[in-house]
């Protein structure tokens, strides 16, 4: 089971990028898990949307022990070095194609309420969080962020870039912005357009009352399967963390296997 949830390449990766250890000068104490069994009773959690009680024993840590550590590496940032790690394997061989980006975002009920939280408008005002992403042309997301329900999508599209880490390239330096970037009626802002023509990016925005939001669907269904491969986690289908560093973790662990998938095909 352990080996069925993290494979041998992905495993080899999250070394890269784990913590070691802590020490235990004085002894004592009991055998720690190791991180490949906690990792995958965390990826189980992800892909089944099951509590963290009902995690089945097979795994060896109990539920308890492997929150513990989810939220260690959670303050670690572990979740944002991995996804970029694995980015950089199909961008060190030109398997990424920065030409054309697109930006979206979807939303979800927050059953528990916690931070970054707001009433949805489409949800009869009732709390929820909001994931958005920017992917690039075949679907892989690049860049990640959470939010409140209710703050208007155009003011997430430049934490959103900027958020794009530099990743590997088949030559020259590291890359982090896109040729183009698509998106729907949400960003035509004159200030945005502006923002990206002074970073070389170009823009594709459907304009209010102009254009229908129809004409960008040859591109932006790609954004649109990224989030339907995002719901295939099924402790993404509702919010039910208060923290959301942890709701975020639980998002970049999504991406990542998303990623890791589409570079094992």
């Not at 009433?119 to 992403?133: Q, Y």
């Not at 709701?247 to 095909?265: D, N």
């Amino acid at each position: 089971m352990v080996e069925r949830m993290v494979p041998d390449e992905l495993w080899e990766l999250f070394q890269r990028v784990v913590p070691p250890a802590p020490s235990r000068p004085q002894g004592g104490g009991r055998c720690r898990y190791g991180d490949r069994e906690v990792l995958a009773a965390i990826v189980f959690v992800a892909t089944t949307g099951c509590t963290w009680r009902q995690l089945p024993p097979v795994f060896g840590p109990s539920g308890p022990t492997a929150h513990r550590r989810f939220t260690e590496w959670s303050a670690a940032r572990v979740r944002a070095k991995l996804h970029r790690l694995v980015l950089d394997e199909p961008g060190s061989r030109g398997e990424l194609d920065w030409s054309r980006c697109a930006i979206g975002s979807v939303s979800m009920r927050a059953v528990k309420g916690g931070d970054l939280t707001g009433p949805d408008p489409v949800d009869r005002g009732k709390e929820g969080s909001k994931i958005r992403l920017i992917a690039e042309r075949t679907g892989l997301p690049l860049s990640i962020g959470i939010s409140g329900a209710n703050p208007h999508d155009s003011q997430a599209l430049e934490p959103l870039v900027r958020g794009i880490p530099p990743i590997r390239s088949r030559c020259g330096p590291r890359r982090r912005r896109p040729a183009e970037l698509h998106g729907d009626k949400g960003y035509d802002y004159g200030h945005l357009r502006r923002w990206l023509r002074k970073r070389g990016i170009r823009h594709r925005i459907a304009r209010k009352g102009i254009e229908s939001s129809t004409r960008l669907g040859r591109h932006r269904w790609t954004i649109e399967r990224t989030m339907s491969w995002l719901a295939g986690c099924r402790r993404l289908h509702h919010r039910y963390e208060r923290k959301a560093e942890h709701f975020l973790a639980f998002t970049a662990i999504t991406c990542s296997l998303i990623c890791y998938r589409g570079l094992t095909k």
